[in-house]
């Protein structure tokens, strides 16, 4: 996953008809565990652009994107967002509504 900046993420949310962003800290255990499994669910997904944001480097993401804990898994549909998973992510339950959304989306 390519890490973006604050600007380059604002932008895919109001470009991109389906936008994953992952938030995350430098010194986050949870964050380096979970990445790796978000980057699997999100390759069988490649409709959805990605991009990876360090709160830590840039401390305004965390406000722009109302974050209070990390990591924040958030599925942005055209502009709104539709998925927000925080902390202990459930991987079965993240990936069943990427796939619900995306079919939906598909028609």
């Known amino acids: ?3 973006i900046s604050l600007k380059d993420a ?4 109001q470009d991109e008809t389906l936008f994953f962003l992952y938030l995350y800290g430098t010194n986050c255990s949870v964050c380096h565990a979970l990445l790796p499994q978000v980057e ?3 390759k069988q ?9 360090n709160v830590h480097e840039v401390p305004e993401a965390a406000g722009e994107f109302s974050v209070f804990t990390i990591p924040v898994l958030l599925l942005y ?3 709104k967002e ?5 902390r202990f992510v459930n991987m079965d339950s993240f990936a069943s509504s990427i796939e619900r959304i ?3 989306i598909k028609g």
Request: aromatic fraction near 4%; proline fraction near 3%; glycine fraction near 6%.
């Open 1 to 3: 996953m390519k890490e």
């Open 10 to 13: 604002q932008v895919a949310i």
């Open 40 to 42: 699997e669910v999100m």
């Open 45 to 53: 997904y490649p409709e959805i652009k990605c991009g990876k944001l």
């Open 77 to 79: 549909v055209e502009g």
């Open 82 to 86: 539709t998925i927000r998973e925080a």
């Open 102 to 104: 995306t079919t939906l």
